[in-house]
């Protein structure tokens, strides 16, 4: 698969990760506040991603998963960091509500979005990726 195409399936991975995030961070605010509402919605989200990530955009199955998992781990320790920052500092700016805490989610989201690409193509499935 070539470098445009894995980007297309990274998009869809994101994606389907970030309708997860969002469903589950809805669900999830019903009965319990904003950041234990996004930290749940983000776990759910990465084992998505991963999962997605490792089968089907860098079709790295044959590779160590306890390796790439680490990996993905860090690549994503970083980004949900960044997201969870983002999140904050715009739920805070925002003010409380269910729209502006939406707002702030997607904000997030889309901020961590070019750490992970960089991260999973760069380092996580590096080995994976071909040549040409």
Request: hydrophobic share 55%; charged share 10%; glycine share 6%.
């Amino acid at each position: 698969m070539g470098l445009k195409k894995k980007f297309l399936s990274f998009c869809f991975a994101g994606a389907s990760g970030a309708l997860l995030e969002l469903a589950s961070f809805n669900i999830f605010f019903i009965f319990l506040t904003f950041m234990p509402s996004k930290i749940l919605s983000l776990a759910l989200a990465l084992a998505l991603n991963f999962s997605i990530n490792r089968n089907i955009t860098f079709l790295a199955r044959s590779g160590k998963i306890t390796k790439q998992f680490t990996k993905y781990l860090v690549v994503y320790a970083i980004a949900i960091v960044v997201n969870l920052s983002v999140s904050l500092l715009m739920n805070n700016f925002l003010g409380n509500g269910a729209i502006n805490a939406n707002i702030a989610t997607a904000s997030g989201i889309a901020t961590a979005i070019p750490i992970t690409f960089l991260g999973s193509l760069h380092w996580v499935f590096k080995d994976k990726i071909p040549k040409n």
